[in-house]
């Protein structure tokens, strides 16, 4: 089993940084795929970025290719989520996610976070 928090939203203006943190248990974390996901108002959760179990593969959504970046520490257990150049239409709870099996851009992971809030304003 894997427990996620995610830390780090907040408040921010349009143009502005964010770093999100997402705090895996276990000592197996580098066995694991690992995901950031979106949940907007009245939309449905997707797919942000996600990481390969080494760090080494890394890939986007395309509404954030070129702003934000994914990368994990796996001796911290530990990924992150950097977003810049924030937009109003990043607004959203914000998960980490993880998955076993093979597979990185899928919204079928087995296990997630609670979340945490992004607003940017504008």
């Known amino acids: 089993q894997v427990q996620l928090v995610e830390s780090g939203g907040g408040l921010v203006q349009a143009g502005g940084s964010l770093r999100l943190s997402c705090a895996a248990s276990?000592?197996?974390?580098?066995?694991?795929?690992m995901g950031w996901f979106r949940r907007a108002p009245g939309k449905e959760r997707e797919f942000v970025a996600g990481?390969?179990?080494?760090?080494?593969?890394?890939y986007y959504a395309d509404s954030v290719k070129g702003r934000f970046s994914i990368s994990r520490d796996n001796a911290m257990n530990t990924v992150y989520l950097q977003m810049n150049s924030l937009k109003p239409e990043d607004t959203a709870v914000y998960s980490c996610?993880?998955?076993?099996?093979?597979?990185?851009?899928?919204?079928?992971?087995?296990?997630w976070g609670q979340g945490t809030q992004v607003t940017v304003s504008s």
């Open positions: 996610a993880a998955r076993s099996g093979p597979g990185v851009v899928t919204i079928t992971y087995d296990y």
């Open positions: 276990g000592r197996t974390f580098s066995s694991y795929r």
């Open positions: 990481i390969s179990k080494s760090g080494d593969s890394t």
